[in-house]
């Protein structure tokens, strides 16, 4: 009997890993997605909207000071954080704000917000794997914020160096990385567990979106002059390849990893594409698809089926098919959305 109980345990636990590696791991709450919302951020309408995530209709809509931006989802999507970056953009913010709205998203409205203050234009956020510490840059005062949302206080204001806008945190929650668009020609790192700048990756060219892949195994900036995808190795904070971007003559201006790590995509203004690639072989073959006017966010579906790009200069959102590599729709959405999420 004692035999036969361990041999059913351990055939249950057996059966319990291969369906966990069947299902894939779970993404962290720094790649957002799910199957009961659709979250919008509208910079130039500043707002945040809600949406129907099948319909693709508009649900609600709440009102917010000028210019949100970026946003983080808490890993059990009760809440929202929204930085309110200011009436401005990056280099030319003359009345920054210095609040992150917290937003309830099963009752779809603003039930609080994080000061900041002193400082100033909260943009790029990022969310520990915890959901514990929220991590924002705030570009003008050349710092990212490590707060506590529950006392929605500032537990520590770490140098950079740079004006970083958009930062990416290892899936572990052990570093950060922080893009330096104009101002240094490196990507600060940032050690969480210290909270104290530890490396610089040399980007002669200055840097514009970054994200770190699942499995933290690499974390990818790009360019900001260049078509050109940076690849870090983060185990040993250095540049590791430069890939040339597809179809492309200007430095791009984003890039996403899917949840599940299996692709790339990165976007481009000019012309308005993104580019698709497979993450297991970014040396490998790229789709380039024509969306709308300014591209600057994206958003997975929970089946890794769909994309949304958020074309922030018409107003629109393009339907991208990922099993088919192409664009099978668009809706309109608020006046300018620059980040969205599946939730």
């Known amino acids: 009997m004692f035999r036969c109980f361990w041999m059913t345990l351990f055939g249950a636990v057996a059966l319990m890993v291969l369906c966990g590696v069947l299902a894939g791991a779970a993404p962290g709450p ?28 508009e649900l609600a809509s709440i009102e917010t000071a000028a210019n949100p931006h970026d946003f983080v989802v808490s890993p059990d999507h009760r809440l929202a954080y929204v930085p309110i970056y200011g009436d401005g953009v990056y280099g030319r913010n003359p009345h920054p704000g210095h609040e992150i709205d917290i937003v309830d998203m099963s009752a779809r409205k603003i039930v609080g917000t994080i000061d900041v203050a002193p400082y100033r234009a909260p943009h790029g956020i990022q969310i520990d794997p915890s959901g514990t510490t929220l991590y924002v840059a705030c570009d003008l005062d050349r ?12 537990n520590a204001a770490i140098d950079t160096e740079g004006t970083g806008h958009w930062i990416a945190i290892l899936p572990n929650g052990s570093k950060l990385y922080v893009e330096n668009k104009t101002d240094k020609p490196f990507v600060s790192v940032i050690d969480l567990r210290s909270s104290k700048m530890i490396g610089r990756v040399p980007c002669p060219n200055g840097t514009q979106g970054i994200a770190a892949s699942p499995d933290g195994k690499r974390v990818v900036a790009m360019d900001n002059s260049e078509p050109v995808l940076i690849v870090i190795d983060p185990a040993a904070d250095r540049e590791i390849d430069r890939i040339p971007l597809k179809g492309q003559t200007r430095g791009g201006y984003k890039v996403y990893y899917t949840p599940d790590g299996s692709k790339l995509l990165t976007m481009s203004m000019t012309p308005p594409t993104i580019n698709i690639f497979d993450a297991r072989n970014l040396r490998g073959d790229q789709k380039v698809l024509a969306v709308g006017k300014d591209p600057m966010g994206l958003a997975f579906s929970a089946d890794g089926k769909t994309a949304l790009v958020a074309n922030h200069g018409d107003g629109s959102v393009s339907i991208v098919d990922l099993e088919n590599g192409k664009v099978s729709g668009n809706f309109h959405a608020g006046v300018g959305i620059e980040t969205l999420a599946y939730y």
């Open 30 to 57: 720094n790649y957002p997605t799910g199957t009961d919302g659709l979250l919008l951020i509208d910079k130039l309408g500043a707002h945040i909207r809600f949406f129907d995530p099948s319909s693709f209709k």
């Open 143 to 154: 710092k990212v914020l490590a707060i506590d949302p529950k006392a929605r206080s500032i």
